[in-house]
């Protein structure tokens, strides 16, 4: 299968999995919606295996990794400060939804900062940055 | 920061090659060598390597450092 067939059999799940889920959101049926995704999910694998020509190369690792950073130094200094805001500004009634809403963003930063550094240190030991 | 430069365009041109089968030579999509032949792109050394081995040249006769 060529990238142009592949990219042609995307849109068609997509659209596939899009009637099928507006489908079972009318008539309130969730397994519907599911099993629209499981096989729209297994229908992609099976397209992509067999893809020949060369979807994912060097240059497109570096714009996902270069997104990637962008979007993670963002988002964590935004739901950082965020989180600041929310919690000190509701300092004194810790009840209200916006203190407990900073709780939950800082809980977020640290555990995407905790994720960073694990993703960190596996690669700084993989390409032996510490040894001699 | 220090440019790089290349003869891609015109080492392709000499083996009158479309940028879709220089892609496939070397197993990279055709917009990595539309942004190779543009100086965007920077190519890694392993792909720099089987650009000089298709083309049958040095890597520093594709590849200037300015």
């Known amino acids: 299968m060529s ?14 999995i899009g009637v099928i889920v507006s489908v079972s959101v009318t008539t309130a049926n969730m397994y519907l919606a599911l099993s629209a ?21 060097e240059m497109m690792k570096t714009i996902a990794y270069k997104a990637a950073s962008i979007a993670y130094s963002t988002s964590v200094v935004v739901l950082a400060l965020l989180s600041l805001i929310l919690v000190f500004t ?5 009840n209200t939804f916006n203190y407990r ?3 939950v963003f800082s809980y977020i930063v640290l555990f995407s900062m905790a994720v960073y550094s694990f993703a960190h240190y596996f690669y700084r030991k993989k390409y032996g940055t510490d040894e001699e | 920061m220090a440019q790089m430069k290349n003869k891609i365009k015109v080492l392709r041109a000499e083996k009158n090659m ?12 055709r917009q990595t060598i539309i942004a190779i032949e543009k100086n965007k792109y920077i ?3 392993e ?20």
């Open chain 1, 37 to 57: 995704i499981i096989i729209g999910i297994i229908i992609m694998i099976l397209a992509k295996r067999r893809v020949k020509d060369v979807m994912v190369d």
């Open chain 1, 101 to 103: 809403l900073g709780i």
């Open chain 1, 3 to 16: 990238l142009k067939a592949f990219k042609i059999v995307r849109i068609l799940i997509a659209m596939f």
């Open chain 2, 18 to 29: 479309t940028q879709e089968d220089l892609a496939k030579e070397v197993g990279v999509t």
């Open chain 1, 90 to 94: 509701n300092l004194d009634d810790q």
């Open chain 2, 43 to 45: 190519p890694s050394l």
């Open chain 2, 47 to 66: 792909l720099a390597f089987k650009l000089s081995g298709f083309f049958g040249k040095k890597i520093e006769e594709i590849f200037i450092l300015n």
